[in-house]
């Protein structure tokens, strides 16, 4: 899916967010919680979720996006008890069939460095840093970073096209 047309549903996740952490209490509740959790599995893939949102290192908003949407989850998981018993069979499931999944991996896994937000953050700090020497305007892009803008890319596209 273009990202561009994402952006209608992201705004949604967004505002979803805001009115369960309204509802339910807010996201360091919800962290307090998890780290004092008594059920291993859910502990571990609390553990787990902070571990990526901490890799992610320069962009606060993602970090947060990822670690609010994955601790809620896994909170949901936890405490209610419809959910429990899915979740904990979808985990079996995975590991059940964990060579699978290794070998369909292979092509997609991606260390924290390469991960899309870590490398768009290092493209941005270059367009800072050729912006400071003078090699591009003010409101120019290197690059790099053009890379990671749709719009460029698609007026990219169209000229190959």
């Known amino acids: 899916m273009d990202i561009m047309a994402g952006e209608s549903k992201k705004f949604l996740l967004k505002m979803t967010l805001k009115y369960l952490h309204k509802k339910l209490g807010s996201g360091k509740e919800i962290h307090d919680d998890l780290e004092a959790c008594g059920n291993p599995i859910f502990k571990l893939l609390f553990e787990i979720f902070n571990e990526a949102a901490s890799n992610i290192t320069d962009e606060e908003y993602q970090r947060n996006m990822i670690r609010e949407v994955g601790e809620l989850g896994i909170w949901i998981g936890?405490?209610?008890?419809?959910?429990?018993?899915?979740?904990?069979?979808?985990?079996?499931?995975?590991?059940?069939?964990?060579?699978?999944?290794?070998?369909?991996?292979?092509?997609?896994?991606?260390?924290?460095?390469?991960?899309?937000?870590?490398?768009?953050?290092?493209?941005?700090?270059?367009t800072a840093e050729l912006r400071k020497k003078g090699k591009i305007p003010k409101h120019g892009m290197s690059a790099e970073e053009g890379i990671f803008t749709p719009a460029i890319q698609a007026h990219n596209l169209k000229k190959i096209r």
């Open 78 to 126: 936890s405490k209610d008890t419809a959910y429990r018993p899915v979740i904990i069979w979808i985990i079996k499931q995975i590991i059940d069939n964990k060579d699978l999944l290794e070998e369909w991996m292979q092509d997609y896994y991606q260390e924290p460095e390469e991960w899309y937000v870590n490398v768009w953050s290092k493209s941005k700090k270059r």
